[in-house]
Nanobody, 124 residues
């Protein structure tokens, strides 16, 4: 069984930064891609960023490109999301997820394990 545990969320002023972490259990962490999604109240869960299984490829939603950076430390079974220049529209619950395969995926149905989520609030 795979478990994903996010941490690092919080309240910041617009323009501030946060770093989210997602610790994964299990020995097959390096076999799969990892992604971050977010869900704001009343909205669908949306793709934010993803990284291939060894970190060679990344992909970002247009809304966060240039501000957010995904990375992973396979030795620690952890994936990160560095968020800079946060905007009020970034406010949401952020989820990490494990892809069903090694390559990057942007569709939520291409992920099979999800964390519990961590709240990020950027105030104006």
């Amino acid at each position: 069984q795979v478990q994903l545990v996010e941490s690092g969320g919080g309240l910041v002023q617009a323009g501030g930064s946060l770093r989210l972490s997602c610790a994964a259990s299990g020995r097959t962490f390096t076999t799969y891609s990892m992604g971050w999604f977010r869900q704001a109240p009343g909205k669908e869960r949306e793709f934010v960023a993803a990284m291939s299984q060894i970190g060679g490829s990344t992909h970002y939603a247009d809304s966060v490109k240039g501000r957010f950076t995904i990375s992973r430390d396979n030795a620690k079974n952890t994936v990160y999301l560095q968020m800079n220049n946060l905007k009020p529209e970034d406010t949401a619950v952020y989820y990490c997820a494990r892809g069903r395969a090694a390559f990057i995926a942007v569709n939520r149905y291409q992920y099979d394990y999800w964390g519990q989520g961590t709240q990020v609030t950027a105030s104006s």
